[in-house]
């Protein structure tokens, strides 16, 4: 949905911006392994993957994988501001079962669904909040990990394992370009179009860890990118930790404006999750 003055906002922010905690809101659900999320009104709309049988890399990789399927459930969870869970689907088929980051466009939203490895196959799902009707709209020789709808042109924006390139589709499928991401400061997990041709994609990069020979340090970073051109235009890192131990954007993270105030919500532990609301004020 568009957010104009988020968009000024956000190119104020930078590495001294100090953001504040304002509530743990604890989710009163398995969580599981949370993917994306949406803000509608007073609910959240939020994807996960249910882990079954973790995926096993292998030894001789052939042309296409570098591991096996694993096994799991994909979940699309709704539930309110005291973390109550209102209502849930499930998503995916066989081995299709990795939701992604996903995005609202005032009517449906936009999920992606993926084998939990790169260079495999995915769904995209249209998902009526009301009724969460999901409806497949196309499929993609690809792991996409997370989805924007661009609202000027009606285009669909995705990006791969690790956020390493960029598509864009029409609404039936059709692609209509593939372009490499130049930035490499994090790895894109969740986005949200925000109007003016410009999406908001948040993530992580995990660094090797000096104080830690077995936990890498998790580096968190949101970014501002011009659908246009599919670069990011301001990006900034971010350093808060979760309860768990995890910088804020691992996964599922929402932005929004409220006059000089941007507030962030993020879902970034597994199977206890809480909801964090963050906020900054930009002068």
């Not at 309110?80 to 849930?88: N, T, Y």
């Not at 769904?123 to 497949?136: G, H, M, N, R, S």
């Not at 986005?191 to 908001?200: F, R, S």
Request: charged share 20%; with cysteine; net charge negative.
């Amino acid at each position: 949905m568009d957010d104009q003055n988020l968009i000024v906002l956000f190119r104020n922010l930078s590495r001294r911006t100090k953001w504040q905690q304002q509530k743990q809101i604890e989710l009163q659900f398995n969580n599981y392994h949370s993917q994306g999320m949406v803000r509608i009104g007073d609910l959240f709309y939020m994807s996960s993957v249910e882990l079954i049988e973790a995926p096993i890399r292998i030894d001789t990789p052939n042309h296409r994988y570098d591991r096996t399927p694993g096994k799991g459930i994909g979940h699309l969870f709704v539930f309110d501001f005291q973390g109550k869970l209102v209502d849930e689907i499930t998503l995916g088929e066989g081995d299709i079962y990795h939701p992604g980051g996903i995005d609202y466009d005032g009517t449906h939203i936009w999920v992606p669904v993926a084998e939990y490895r790169p260079h495999s196959q995915s769904i995209v799902y249209q998902v009526d909040p009301v009724t969460l009707k999901a409806e497949e709209s196309f499929r993609v020789q690809d792991h996409i990990g997370g989805l924007v709808r661009e609202g000027q042109s009606g285009k669909l924006i995705g990006n791969s394992w690790g956020s390493r390139k960029f598509y864009e589709w029409d609404l039936s499928g059709q692609q209509m370009l593939e372009k490499d991401n130049t930035s490499h400061f994090i790895d894109y997990q969740d986005g949200h179009y925000v109007g003016d041709g410009k999406v908001i994609l948040s993530g992580i990069s995990e660094l090797v860890n000096p104080a830690s020979q077995s936990k890498p340090y998790e580096l968190g970073g949101l970014a501002l990118i011009d659908l246009r051109t599919l670069t990011a235009v301001h990006e900034i890192p971010i350093t808060e930790f979760s309860p768990q131990g995890h910088v804020i954007t691992r996964n599922p993270v929402f932005l929004e404006s409220a006059g000089q105030v941007i507030r962030l919500y993020a879902v970034p532990d597994d199977n206890s999750g809480s909801l964090l609301i963050y906020e900054t004020c930009v002068t």
